[in-house]
């Protein structure tokens, strides 16, 4: 029962975080901050989060494991060392819908904003990428066992640029979404993962 309790009493701080970031900002998102915006005492939120950063590496990694249930419905194998491949299109597809969701575009905003002029964040946002490099890198050497590890993880961090960059694009923040966009990120994305093509390093040796 108490294990229960504490579950819920971090989830609703977890909550009161990401509203934070929301609806005040990244200037907001202080300890004090947040234990106001969950209506507790700061010891309170300290027991559970003892510093911000502890706070951020866990708002991080709740947002990663909410990802990874949603993508788990289209490919239930996904992982950094999956055997098989995901179905790409399926993919592709839930994660320009997780875009549609205007709360989860306007969090990592204020995350990346705050990543800029924070190195504590940054580390922890850094953390958070990597362990998506890490699955879609392991999709590419699926597809793809021929090119070097290099590319394999240079094509993985090309395809969250893509991804992560039409984010501003596709939600009204920096431009709106379009069925032709969608479907060239899409095609794009796609080529990323399974066609070798020019490969990075051959471009790189090339001069060009």
Known sequence: MSTAKGAARRTALLDAAERTLVEAGYGALSLRGVAEAAEVR????????????ALL?????????????RLAEVAPGLGPDSTEPVPLEELVALLLAEQNDPRLVRVFVELWALAARDESVAKAVRTFYGHYADLVTGQIRLHLPDLPESEHRARAEVFIALLEGSALTRSGIAGNASPATDALI?????????????TGSKVAESGE
């Open 186 to 198: 899409a095609r794009t994305a796609r080529t990323l993962v399974t066609d070798p093509g020019v």
């Open 57 to 69: 590496e866990a708002v991080l990694d709740r947002l990663l494991r909410s990802s990874l249930d």
């Open 42 to 53: 700061l010891g309170h939120l300290q027991y559970y989060f003892p510093t911000r950063d």
